[in-house]
């Protein structure tokens, strides 16, 4: 005679549990990953937990023991990836692209076209066919006609992506203020001199936000199943600001213990902004471009403002406390 044994619900619960397969892990192929937005959205990707192939424009070094186990680099000259075919073995086992690759000038064999538009496109139609969502960092004030070509560039860049056909989200940052930035720490050293040489045209608004709070949003849109109800992300801080007022804020007039007096405002003719921003596109020695002096004669306002929504929370004011100061930039 047979006997049948029937087993506990203990038992049952433990074969069940260990037949079930682990969770897949998000697989983030993050472009610019050494630049200013970059950096900020690798370190909130590795903080949630997310396998990120982080690219580079040069060679990696030896293996570093001290990184994390989900975090490995890709050599790539991104500029040179123009067609379609030539992104299919990167994306590979990728969940999500996110593109941070910007110029804000154009260098020996980087133009514009190449890096904004052409590689954008090629990227997003290869995105398309793998079944790959892209995140693609781009900017506010946008439009028809600019004359610049930095921001004809971005904006071809962008119509190229939504005529693609990818599950893709255009992530558009007004200013941002953070360690690392070059055009931040330029700022802050601007702010903290007693006179502000302030371009008169330089009327519109910003919204300025931490960078820290930007690459949140970036791995908040990263962990979406899709992202075909985010097409666009708008993100700001929720103070708005003109840009001499940004300055004096910078500086620490609002400082709540020991507020500094304001300095002097010398407002400039449009003419020598106009000139100095071009000598500055020349001379490469300062981030203010033609490209920035038309982008202040506009609002650089989210609207509507995507980042407390994606945060869950009211965004990181910036204020006077000097986050954003490079080694380069320690002039007073």
């Known amino acids: 005679m047979t006997t049948l044994v029937t087993p506990s619900r203990e038992q049952l619960f433990t074969?069940?549990?260990?037949?079930?397969?682990?969770?897949k892990r998000l697989r983030v192929l993050l472009l610019g990953a050494q630049g200013f937005i970059g950096g900020h959205v690798l370190q909130a990707l590795l903080a949630r937990d997310v396998d990120v192939?982080?690219?580079?424009?040069?060679?990696?070094?030896?293996?570093?023991?001290?990184?994390?186990?989900?975090?490995?680099?890709?050599?790539?000259?991104?500029?040179?990836?123009?067609?379609?075919?030539?992104?299919?073995?990167?994306?590979?086992?990728?969940?999500?692209?996110?593109?941070?690759?910007?110029?804000?000038?154009?260098?020996?064999?980087?133009?514009?076209?190449?890096?904004?538009?052409?590689?954008?496109?090629?990227?997003?139609?290869?995105?398309?066919?793998?079944?790959?969502?892209?995140?693609?960092?781009?900017?506010?004030?946008?439009?028809?006609?600019?004359?610049?070509?930095?921001?004809?560039?971005?904006?071809?860049?962008?119509?190229?992506?939504?005529?693609?056909?990818?599950?893709?989200?255009?992530?558009?940052?007004?200013?941002?203020?953070?360690?690392?930035?070059?055009?931040?720490?330029?700022?802050?050293?601007?702010?903290?001199?007693?006179?502000?040489?302030?371009?008169?045209?330089?009327?519109?608004?910003?919204?300025?936000?931490?960078?820290?709070?930007?690459?949140?949003?970036?791995?908040?849109?990263?962990?979406?199943?899709?992202?075909?109800?985010?097409?666009?992300?708008?993100?700001g801080g929720e103070r708005l600001f003109a840009y001499r007022h940004y300055l004096q804020l910078l500086r620490g007039v609002e400082h709540a213990e020991k507020p500094v007096p304001k300095a002097l405002q010398v407002l400039l003719p449009d003419w020598v902004s106009r000139a100095g921003a071009h000598l500055c596109d020349l001379f490469r020695f300062s981030p203010f471009s033609y490209g920035h002096w038309i982008l202040l004669q506009r609002d650089n306002v989210p609207l509507p403002n995507a980042l407390p929504q994606l945060l869950g929370r009211s965004p990181s004011p910036v204020s006077h406390t000097r986050v954003a100061l490079r080694d380069d930039f320690r002039l007073s």
């Open 15 to 23: 074969a069940d549990h260990q037949q079930l397969p682990a969770p």
């Open 53 to 235: 192939v982080a690219v580079r424009r040069q060679a990696p070094p030896l293996a570093d023991d001290a990184q994390p186990d989900r975090l490995s680099w890709l050599h790539l000259q991104l500029h040179t990836l123009l067609h379609c075919d030539a992104w299919r073995t990167h994306l590979h086992g990728i969940d999500v692209v996110i593109n941070c690759v910007g110029i804000l000038r154009q260098r020996v064999g980087e133009s514009y076209e190449a890096v904004h538009h052409g590689m954008p496109r090629a990227l997003a139609q290869a995105c398309a066919e793998a079944g790959v969502r892209l995140i693609h960092t781009s900017a506010l004030g946008l439009h028809e006609g600019a004359r610049s070509r930095f921001l004809s560039s971005k904006l071809r860049g962008e119509q190229a992506i939504q005529a693609s056909g990818a599950d893709h989200c255009i992530v558009r940052p007004s200013l941002i203020d953070g360690i690392g930035g070059f055009g931040a720490s330029w700022l802050r050293m601007l702010a903290s001199w007693p006179v502000h040489f302030v371009p008169r045209g330089a009327t519109g608004r910003i919204a300025a936000l931490q960078a820290t709070d930007l690459g949140e949003a970036y791995a908040v849109l990263a962990q979406m199943p899709t992202l075909a109800q985010q097409r666009e992300a708008n993100l």
